[in-house]
């Protein structure tokens, strides 16, 4: 038997000696330079990240996601035969906001979109001013969108780094606390690509750097998309090299992990793979995903509903907080549409159903709260029901 041996070599830098102990050269070499070094995060702002981040996940606490941009809103909009104008914009997310202080128990933190942010209830208060009162953080979706990656098969980036400390330091002043940026891969043949890949990273921690610099948190949302039939442990590996590549690219940028969030998507299988999961194996799954990829330093995990239905994104996520593995994150929700196709079955454009509507909002924000907290029941269903919430080439 022919055995064979391999040895790996690499070269010390001139300054460190043959026994591997650094030279007093050297040494004094790293001194000079990491005393030079130019701080990235006063002490202050450090701490203010750290508070932020750490109330908005909170045990049995989670974001509530409204952050769609105008396209999204023609999306909800157009099956009720409600025009997609400012105003019913303006209407519809007053009744998530402006319901019983009981939301409050549930929801720590809501991400508007920029319009939304700038926006006032009937009697002339701001939104804003609505959700502080209610003790609940304002944040903003501070990206632009979804743009093609010329020469890959159909895949983006996204863009909004032009001016993004300005408009972080504006939203910080006019009561923002966190930000959210959001980046999305598809699964295919060769998909995603490398280049998709370290393109998303760099840009996620592009952004994240310049949010903590103005004080605010950024949640970092590298959604692996479900579209497609692809099985379970596809959607795992895939989301394994992401995460691995979005954590390393916000080492590179000195990001402080401490004062960021994750917003993920849940390791399922594509909306058309034959093969049916249970809640066990996607817990399985995506918290062994997380556990390889994700620091513990980061203080939680928020992830994204990605078209589950509200019953399955409750008990999903409560699946995952029950699943026994190790979870040094906490493990919450940042939803959109799992928080949001009740209120609107039941709003459908009446302002007679607003009370109606604001309770389904509640009692979903409820249901998902337990999950957060490995607590769910089950049977919260609402007048959305358990309808999927999958949209394909949902690009925005
Ligand atoms: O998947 P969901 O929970 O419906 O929405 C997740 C989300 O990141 O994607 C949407 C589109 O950017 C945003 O409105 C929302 O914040």
């Known amino acids: 038997m022919v055995e064979l041996k391999f040895r790996c070599t690499v070269n010390p830098p001139s300054d460190i000696n043959n026994s591997g102990k650094a030279s007093k050269k050297f040494s004094e070499n790293l001194f000079i330079y990491s005393s030079n070094m130019p701080q990235y995060l006063s002490a202050d702002k450090e701490k203010e990240l750290i508070e932020t981040a750490t109330t908005l996940i909170v045990k049995g606490k ?78 903003i979706k501070v990206d632009k969108g979804l743009v093609p990656l010329a020469g890959t098969n159909g895949e983006n980036t996204t863009q909004g780094l032009d001016n993004l400390s300005e408009r972080c330091a504006q939203y910080y002043r006019d009561g923002a606390r966190f930000a959210k940026w959001r980046c999305a891969l598809k699964i295919g043949d060769g998909l995603p690509s490398e280049l998709c890949i370290r393109e998303t990273s760099n840009v996620l921690a592009r952004y994240a750097s310049i949010c903590q610099q103005n004080g605010i948190v950024p949640i970092v949302e590298p959604e692996v998309l479900s579209e497609g039939d692809h099985d379970l442990e596809t959607c795992q590996y895939i989301t394994e090299k992401v995460l691995a590549a979005t954590y390393k690219a916000l080492n590179e940028h000195h990001v402080f992990l401490e004062g960021t969030l994750l917003k993920p998507n849940m390791v399922t299988a594509g909306f058309d793979c034959k093969k049916k999961y249970k809640p066990e194996d996607i817990a399985r799954a995506t918290v062994t995903a997380l556990q390889r ?13 990605g078209g589950q239905s509200e019953e399955e994104a409750s008990i999903n996520l409560n699946a995952i907080n029950q699943y026994p593995g190790k979870k040094p994150w906490a493990l919450t929700f940042s939803y959109g549409r799992a928080l949001q196709a009740s209120v609107l079955a039941t ?24 999950a957060a907290k490995g ?20 690009n925005y």
Request: proline letters at 4%; glycine letters at 12%.
């Open 62 to 139: 989670g974001v509530l996601a409204a952050d769609e941009s105008t396209a999204s809103m023609l999306k909800h909009f157009q099956p009720l035969g409600l025009e997609n104008n400012e105003e019913n914009r303006r209407l519809y997310r007053q009744i998530l906001f402006t319901g019983s202080k009981e939301l409050s128990n549930y929801i720590s933190g809501v991400i508007f979109f920029h319009e939304t942010f700038y926006q006032y209830d009937n009697n002339g208060k701001s939104f804003r001013e609505i959700l502080k009162d209610k003790g609940i953080i304002p944040g």
């Open 293 to 305: 990829t994700v620091p513990p330093a980061v203080p939680g995990i928020c992830f994204l509903s």
């Open 347 to 370: 709003w459908v454009g009446r302002p007679e159903n607003v009370s109606a509507a604001q309770n389904q909002l509640l009692k979903r924000a409820q249901a998902h709260g337990a």
């Open 375 to 394: 607590e769910y029941k089950g049977g919260a269903s609402g007048t959305a029901g358990g309808q999927s919430l999958f949209e394909a080439n949902r």
